[in-house]
């Protein structure tokens, strides 16, 4: 049976209904992994023998725990795993063992999935290139010759390439939702502080976040449903209900009102870029939804703010290693960390303040309007060779990083392709907590078009 085109509802069926056994499903996949990620270098660490134990578990069990249970995926490589290596994508961590799991796969295991692998990062999660230059770059699969995106690359072109149905990222200022739109997949950033963030090595104390990436929008409700929640051990947990993020995710947004932002900052994008995106708005207007072209203000403003806590606190969680061993660090991330901690005290507390400001503003245009829609990225995916990852960090996280800044929940989603066949991203916002109205404005949008279900040609 091919199970490539399955979302993971219908695959849990077939593996619960026993038409389709987690052992065979996981043996395949390590099959294609074989054959195909020599051409894409998704993982830094394969777990195939941990793998096989937990798919022959879920194939001998009488009853099943969740609908995830006998799902394989694929883990970023910063996400702590018991007895599995969890590099950072960094020279520094290249033996680290961790002792214990994260929060979010302890949930996922005791939900039945599989790990797969560790996959691929930019190095420390700071950049959005994923040309790592200690375990190379992760390639594109649509083409190979391009990045993935970062820092989550390695989880997206999995997803993407159909070495397994869903991954685990982090964004700090577009990590998810970056490479999902450059890999033609589907990347939530949920609310701050709706996902643990316990196990997950940090970069930004005050930025960072966790979420699924999947081929489909009912995928990541159904992922979302298992690890949302508050977690005591996690500081910046919060303690507000989870919704069924799977029960009104079919009934459209007949009604709603949707803005489009059209001011100068999210319009400074490619015009292929922005045409994908326009059309979206379309779509949605057919789909029965009030779509309204609006300003937006305060984008570039978020965007630089972020950029500067994130390295700020990214060069106090690793000042120790830049003192000692400074070359240990590729170039790229080492000259980010110097700028950070370049900031003065004086800087840092106007950006906390600014930080603040911001959340309040962009909250308030969630008073007049259900969702926000953006382009991810401004641009598709730009050829490795000779990419100045630094440079480019700005451009590709132009869109994303607000929402980091301001805790917003947000999603990328494909909308269509660029001249070359290279993935286009809608990203689509709401008001804290609504993941719920965020995940059925994009499965509206994902019935009433096709752009998830093209495929790379990776033969």
Not at 68 to 96: H, M, V, Y
Not at 248 to 273: M, P, Y
Not at 292 to 303: D, I, L, M, S, T
Not at 333 to 359: C, H, P, T, W
Request: with cysteine; hydrophobic share 40%; net charge neutral.
């Amino acid at each position: 049976m091919d199970s490539a085109n399955l979302t993971l509802s219908q695959l849990s069926q077939l593996i619960q209904t026993k038409q389709i056994s987690p052992l065979e499903l996981t043996q395949d996949l390590f099959r294609r992994i074989e054959a195909v990620n020599p051409k894409l270098n998704c993982f830094i660490t394969l777990c195939q023998e941990q793998a096989i134990i937990q798919a022959k578990k879920c194939t001998q069990a009488d009853k099943f725990t969740s609908p995830l249970s006998g799902i394989p995926i694929a883990i970023k490589d910063l996400f702590d795993t018991q007895g599995i290596r969890t590099t950072l994508g960094s020279r520094f961590f290249s033996e680290n063992i961790p002792q214990e799991n994260a929060r979010i796969v302890d949930t996922l295991y005791e939900a039945g999935v599989i790990c797969l692998g560790k996959t691929n990062m930019h190095e420390i999660a700071l950049g959005i290139t994923n040309i790592n230059p200690h375990y190379g770059a992760c390639r594109n699969p649509w083409n190979t010759e391009c990045i993935t995106g970062g820092s989550s690359g390695g989880s997206a072109a999995a997803v993407a390439a159909g070495f397994c149905w869903a991954a685990l990222g982090s964004d700090t200022g577009g990590s998810i939702r970056i490479p999902a739109s450059l890999c033609g997949v589907v990347g939530l950033k949920p609310t701050y502080g709706r996902v643990s963030l316990k196990g997950v090595f940090p970069l930004s104390w005050t930025c960072d976040h966790a979420g699924p990436m999947a081929r489909n929008v009912e995928d990541i409700a159904l992922l979302l449903q298992s690890i949302a929640g508050y977690d005591a051990s996690d500081p910046v947990s919060q303690n507000v209900p989870v919704d069924n993020y799977l029960c009104k995710i079919k009934q459209g947004v007949k009604g709603w009102r949707i803005a489009l932002a059209n001011d100068s900052h999210f319009t400074n994008a490619d015009d292929e870029v922005l045409s994908a995106v326009n059309e979206a708005a379309n779509v949605l207007r057919k789909c029965g939804a009030d779509v309204k072209e609006v300003p937006f203000p305060g984008g570039y403003e978020a965007a630089s703010t972020n950029g500067l806590i994130v390295t700020s606190e990214a060069s106090v969680i690793h000042a120790e290693r830049m003192k000692s061993t400074p070359q240990w660090f590729g170039g790229d991330v080492f000259e980010r960390l110097q700028k950070g901690a370049s900031y003065s005290m004086r800087d840092y507390i106007l950006a906390r303040q600014a930080q603040n400001q911001l959340r309040r503003q962009f909250e308030n245009l969630f008073s007049d309007f259900d969702i926000l829609l953006t382009p991810t990225t401004p641009i598709t995916a730009p050829p490795i060779k000779d990419l100045d990852s630094v440079r480019v960090a700005p451009v590709l996280t132009r869109f994303t990083s607000p929402f980091n800044l301001t805790g917003l929940p947000a999603l990328s989603l494909p909308c269509g392709f660029d001249h070359s066949g290279m993935p286009v991203g809608l990203q689509m916002i709401s008001r804290p907590w609504g993941e719920a109205a965020l995940l059925r404005a994009a499965n509206a949008y994902q019935q009433a078009t096709s752009w998830h279900m093209k495929q790379p040609d990776l033969t």
